[in-house]
């Protein structure tokens, strides 16, 4: 891995080293946030705690949005010559029936599908092209314990490695480092839980001959539970939700119920239910939407699912992290090339600008909960009314509904001249 240098004592830098930024966590929100810093011209560190980007049951999903932020940027064509599958249409399969929700093949960009590309695949990318600027760092298998707090502001961070703990100060620091953001807790910055009735139960069967193309995202609806399939290089990854706090339960049953639903509801699947012998296969996703009221504090700001966690339904996790980088990427390049220390202004402006968007897909999020996941957690079977079924017959609804995912609510736009370290950024400046 570039730039991969665990174990080097950074201890605490001063001076024109100095990093202008520590980001804790290498996440899509983090990741992208350290590439953009980087090019233009600061000094970033970002710590991942992993000692690779290899994590398992991640979203996948690359939108319309991120796909034309990173053709901007002069890195789509890149990324997509690398392995990937592209969704143009969103399905949920009911007992009344299949119906097309959203249809993205419909929208006018130059990216109408959703690339879906294992979220590791991404992040090396990603990190990879970051290494060709001289102020990227990246401290893999480097874990952020604690945060240094001096004056009323918080200066930076300590992280273990396995060479020992060490202390990185830097100009501002922020918490990437997702859905349990220990940054979160640290600075005391506590997340209201907006509501969840369901938890999701993850697990792989393998991929054959046969199947139905990897390209569509697809939900499978029943009797008390709903299954998503997302097609992978050699597997699917299968989601299967259970109530909220089921999970003991499903435990006791052991896998024969979760084999029986997908034998009667995903039946291209039932040739190798048996592929899942055990439990132990099983990783559980419980399913969170929440969102911390303030996002900052004097040196610290959060983003992504640690200033608000979004829930899997809909896929928007990664685009909200990433726009959130972009809006902060906006805000705090311009201060910190001056060197200066953003204020608290600046890191609440953030919020400001973002706030909105993440408010709107969260209440969509829980209304779908309230609608959808909370009858099937009953025990229900959702059927998507005559009304929902009319209306998604309308090219029209299906390619709003496409447009409204790809983008999400208020899709901020990157200012590229700010990424050009050469361009006077001054007040009176050219650019
Ligand atoms: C099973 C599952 C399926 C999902 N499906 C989708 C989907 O299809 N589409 C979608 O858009 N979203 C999906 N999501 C949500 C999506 O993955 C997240 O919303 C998105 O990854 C958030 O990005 P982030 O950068 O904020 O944080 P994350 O991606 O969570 O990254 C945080 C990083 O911080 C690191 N870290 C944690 N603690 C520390 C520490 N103390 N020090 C240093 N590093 C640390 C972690 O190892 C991790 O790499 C899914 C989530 C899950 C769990």
Known sequence: MPGDDRGEQVGTVAGPNRPHCAIAGGGPGGVLLAY???RAGLRVTLLESRPDF?????????HPYTLELLDLLGLAEPLLRLEHSRATRF????????VTTADYGRLPGPFPYVALMPQWRFLDFLADQAT?????????GSKVTGLVEEDGRIQGVRYRDETGEHRLDADLVIGADGRFSRMRRLADLPARSLGASSDILWFRLPRRAG???TADADLYFGPGHYVSTLGQDDSWQVGYTVPK????????AGVGPIRDFLTARVPWLADRVEDLADFDQITLLSVEISRVQ???????LLLGDAAHVISPVG???ILMAIQDAVTAANVLIPVLREDRAPDETALAEVQRRREPAIEQVQQAQVRTEHRVAGVIAEGGDFRPGLLLRTALRIPAVRRRAARSNAYGPVPPRLDLALLDPAADHSPGGTT
């Open 91 to 98: 399905r949920f399969h009911t007992s009344a029936g299949t």
């Open 294 to 300: 303030r996002w900052h504090r004097p040196g610290l």
């Open 245 to 252: 706090g089921g999970y003991p339960d499903a435990k006791r």
């Open 54 to 62: 290899r994590r398992d049951f991640r979203g996948d999903s690359l």
């Open 315 to 317: 896929g928007n996790g």
């Open 132 to 140: 060709v600027f001289p102020g990227f760092r990246l401290l893999l």
């Open 36 to 38: 953009l810093m980087a």
């Open 211 to 213: 199947d139905p193309p």
